[in-house]
């Protein structure tokens, strides 16, 4: 899907942004371009605090000029704008391809309403085409790995339970923590999966975002589809 694209999804997110909001700065290829284009009404003078969900997000929004804040300054939130790795018609997502997945939850939990921005690619029938990214703890990392397995196993994963690595050494988060990446082919059970995996003590959190997302800006060849779940 062409950048340009993916711009005018960001742009109809934009285009929520009233002044005096206070949003949450989504991380990502699509999550980008939804900060390049506030900070372009930033710079035309709309007056808006945002809450970075990374540190690459913090670095581009102060690039932009966008003034930021933390969620201990404004615990509660307008509107979070973020990406999927992928996202079924319900608007249940699956999020943590680019590692922060744990500041997303937080950071979209905190907000009235969260917008997803992405391409068509993303949208899928049923969640579990792209592997599904859990946060854990570094302590008995050997002993949260099995029980994360033995849970991927009894939910009908097609693949292995993989420590994600950058290079040659393991991806960290930027919270300190590492991330397992479980492949399922198919999530049959989100709901059922994500209450077993969070009782797992060793994980900090996984990427189903499930009731959070209230609407998406989907790019495709056609133009801009817009998706709603009244249920979040």
């Not at 005096?20 to 605090?49: C, I, P």
């Not at 792209?130 to 029980?147: D, H, K």
């Not at 996984?206 to 779940?229: E, K, M, R, V, W």
């Amino acid at each position: 899907m062409s950048d340009s694209l993916k711009r005018e999804a960001a742009a109809r997110a934009v285009a929520l942004v009233e002044p005096g909001m206070r949003l949450g700065l989504g991380t990502g290829s699509t999550a980008r371009h939804f900060v390049a284009l506030l900070g372009e009404r930033v710079r035309q003078g709309l007056d808006v605090v945002g809450v970075p969900t990374s540190e690459a997000t913090r670095r581009q929004a102060e690039d932009e000029g966008i003034r930021l804040t933390t969620l201990e300054e404004t615990p509660q939130l307008d509107l979070t704008v973020d990406g999927a790795d992928e996202f079924d018609d319900r608007l249940r997502l699956v999020k943590g391809g680019g590692g922060a997945l744990l500041r997303e939850k937080i950071v979209a939990a905190s907000s009235t309403r969260m917008v997803v921005i992405a391409d068509s690619s993303k949208r899928v029938e049923r969640l579990g085409r792209f592997p599904l990214p859990v946060e854990v703890v570094r302590f008995g990392l050997a002993s949260t790995r099995t029980a994360v397995a033995d849970v991927a196993s009894r939910f009908g994963a097609q693949g292995s339970v993989t420590l994600r690595h950058a290079e040659e050494e393991p991806f960290v988060t930027d919270e300190g923590h590492f991330i397992l990446d479980i492949a399922f082919g198919v999530i049959a059970e989100p709901e059922a999966m994500a209450a077993a995996l969070v009782a797992i003590p060793g994980v900090v959190e996984h990427g189903l975002f499930i009731g959070l997302c209230q609407t998406a800006f989907l790019a495709t060849p056609d133009g801009i589809l817009t998706l709603t779940n009244n249920d979040a």
